[in-house]
C-alpha cells in the first residue's frame, strides 16, 4: 500500500520538476527579449545624446560673450551638454592631429572658437536640428554650424528598425512560449482528469476543483520565474565585469522591469494555461475521458 501511494505522489513531483524546467526556459527567453527590447531603446538615447553639433563663433566674438552665449544654449530644452572650445584649444587639438602647426606659414590662428552641443535624445533628428539651427543661426554671434546629418539619419533608421524586430520576436516568443507552457501544464492535468471527474461527481464546485491546480501553478510560476532570473542576473553580472561601460545602458530600471516582467509572465501565463486545461477536463463527461 505504501508503495503505491509513494508512485502517485513521485508522479506528480516529477511532473511539478518537469513544468517548473520548461517553464523557467521559456521564461529566460522571455527575459531575453524583454531586457533587450530595453537596452535597446537606452542604446538609441545614448547614440543620439553622443552625436555633437558644432557651432562656429565669429573671430571678434570674446571669451565672456562666448560663455555668456554658451550658458543661454544651456536652458534651451534641447541642450543635453555644452563644451566651449577656444581658438588656442582648437589650435592645439589640430597640431596633435595634423603633427604640423598652421600658424606657422599662415601667420594667423585659423582656427575658429566653437561651442561643442550634446543634444537631448528627443531633439537628435533632422525635423528638430531644422527649427534648433534657424534659432541658433539668428544670434549674431554665429558664424557657421556643422553637424553629421547623414549619420544621424542611419542612427535612427538602424534603431527604428531593431525597435522593430525586437518587438516583433517578443510578440513570437509570447506566443509561442505560451504553448508550450500550456501543452507542459496540460499534460499534468491530463495524468489526474479522473480524480477530477470524481470531484465532480461527488458535488465539487468548479471553484474548489480548480484552486488547488491554481495555486501549484502560481507556485511552479515563481519558483521558474526566481530561477530564471537568477541565470538573467547571473549573465548581466558576467556582462559588468567584461564590459564595464555597458552600465550607461543595462541600467538597474532595466534589470527591475526585466525582473518585474519575468515574473509577471510566470504567473500570469502558468495560471492561465492551468485555467483553461482544467475547464477543458470540467466540461468532458466521463466517456470522453478515456477517448483522449
Known amino acids: 500500500m505504501s508503495n503505491k501511494k509513494k508512485r502517485p505522489r513521485s508522479r506528480r513531483g516529477m511532473q511539478a520538476v518537469t513544468l517548473c524546467i520548461s517553464t523557467t526556459m521559456v521564461l529566460i527567453l522571455l527575459g531575453l527579449v524583454v531586457f533587450f527590447v530595453l537596452s535597446a531603446h537606452n542604446l538609441s538615447a545614448h547614440m543620439k545624446e553622443n552625436l555633437t553639433v558644432t557651432v562656429m563663433l ?91 546629418e547623414d549619420l544621424m539619419d542611419r542612427v535612427n533608421a538602424n534603431l527604428s528598425r531593431v525597435s522593430i ?44 476543483i480548480r484552486r488547488p491546480f491554481l495555486k501549484q501553478a502560481v507556485g511552479v510560476g515563481i519558483i521558474a520565474a526566481i530561477l530564471a532570473n537568477g541565470v538573467l542576473g547571473a549573465g548581466v553580472y558576467g556582462l559588468y565585469l567584461t564590459q564595464p561601460g555597458v552600465s550607461d545602458i543595462v541600467t538597474w530600471e532595466v534589470l527591475a522591469v526585466t525582473a518585474a516582467s519575468v515574473l509577471l509572465f510566470g504567473i500570469v501565463i502558468t495560471m492561465l494555461c492551468a485555467w483553461l486545461a482544467v475547464n477543458k477536463f470540467l466540461r468532458m463527461k466521463a466517456g470522453e475521458l478515456y477517448k483522449i
Request: proline fraction near 3%; charge should be positive.
Open 165 to 208: 524586430i525586437l518587438l516583433v520576436l517578443a510578440v513570437l516568443l509570447t506566443f509561442v512560449s505560451f504553448s508550450l507552457i500550456s501543452n507542459t501544464v496540460r499534460l499534468s492535468v491530463y495524468a489526474r482528469r479522473f480524480v477530477i471527474h470524481t470531484m465532480k461527481l461527488v458535488g465539487a464546485s468548479w471553484s474548489f
Open 58 to 148: 565669429k573671430d571678434s566674438v570674446t571669451v565672456n560673450d562666448a560663455k555668456l552665449f554658451c550658458r543661454t544654449l544651456y536652458h534651451r530644452p534641447y541642450s543635453r551638454n555644452i563644451d566651449y572650445i577656444s581658438q588656442e584649444e582648437a589650435q592645439r587639438e589640430q597640431v596633435k592631429e595634423l603633427g604640423s602647426d598652421p600658424t606657422e606659414f599662415l601667420g594667423f590662428n585659423p582656427f575658429p572658437a566653437t561651442l561643442e552641443i550634446q543634444l537631448k535624445a528627443d531633439y537628435a533628428n533632422r525635423d528638430s536640428l531644422k527649427w534648433i539651427t534657424k534659432e541658433i543661426k539668428k544670434d549674431n554671434r554665429v558664424s557657421d554650424m556643422a553637424y553629421m
